[in-house]
T-cell receptor
Framework: GQSLEQPSEVTAVEGAIVQINCTYQ??????LSWYQQHDGGAPTFLSY????GLEETGRFSSFLSRSDSYGYLLLQELQMKDSASYFC??????????FGPGTRLSVLP | DADVTQTPRNRITKTGKRIMLECSQTKGHDRMYWYRQDPGLGLRLIYY???????NKGEISDGYSVSRQAQAKFSLSLESAIPNQTALYFC????????????FGPGTRLTVL
């Protein structure tokens, strides 16, 4: 089977940089995605890594290392509105997704 | 208008009742998914469909069934609801490669008493 692990909670201050890690176990996958979910809202897509390395989208960057079975989401210049839950997800060879348990990010003033 | 809609948004029902949750999308995507979200467990896949004639079980399909009435419509049914099916349910669509980005509906909060 497949499984993903993430820290349950992360706290940081406004303006700081925070990294949310995701480790996984899988027999094969196409890529690693990241989604953001605010309380009471729906998940929204942030980033996708098909290949090893860093993908940058504005203040958000995502990294993948297949050899280490590891990825992370990097959020820079944190803002209060970044307080949310963040999920990593594998797109597997069965063409569906397996999500991690989520990391709740709290941004303090 | 929202690209992915779900009805109802909230539902309270009793054990043993049959419940249907509906999902419609205007994105023109072939792929549709039903997920369940419980605190601390992330999103778990119930069923998915890659076209009208294609239905696949996900990780937690027991106790659920689905119907793909058209490309734009994908319904989830609980044949006989039980309290541990109390959860937040999301429908999602995706357009395929390269990223297979998923677009989620607003969710249905279901409570089974």
């Amino acid at each position: 089977g497949q499984s993903l692990e993430q820290p349950s909670e992360v706290t940081a201050v406004e303006g700081a940089i925070v990294q949310i890690n995701c480790t996984y176990q899988t027999s094969g996958f196409y890529g690693l995605s990241w989604y953001q979910q605010h309380d009471g809202g729906a998940p929204t897509f942030l980033s996708y890594n098909a290949l090893d390395g860093l993908e940058e989208t504005g203040r958000f960057s995502s990294f993948l290392s297949r050899s280490d079975s590891y990825g992370y989401l990097l959020l820079q210049e944190l803002q209060m509105k970044d307080s949310a839950s963040y999920f990593c997800a594998l797109r597997n060879y069965g063409q569906n997704f397996v999500f991690g348990p989520g990391t709740r990010l709290s941004v303090l003033p | 208008d929202a690209d992915v809609t779900q009805t109802p948004r909230n539902r309270i029902t009793k054990t043993g009742k049959r419940i249907m949750l509906e999902c419609s999308q205007t994105k023109g995507h072939d792929r549709m998914y039903w997920y369940r979200q419980d605190p601390g467990l992330g999103l778990r896949l119930i069923y998915y469909s890659f076209d009208v004639k294609d239905i696949n079980k996900g990780e937690i399909s027991d106790g659920y069934s689905v119907s793909r009435q058209a490309q734009a419509k994908f319904s989830l049914s609980l044949e006989s609801a039980i309290p541990n099916q109390t959860a937040l349910y999301f429908c999602a669509t995706s357009g395929g490669v390269p990223t297979d980005t998923q677009y989620f509906g607003p969710g249905t909060r279901l409570t089974v008493l």
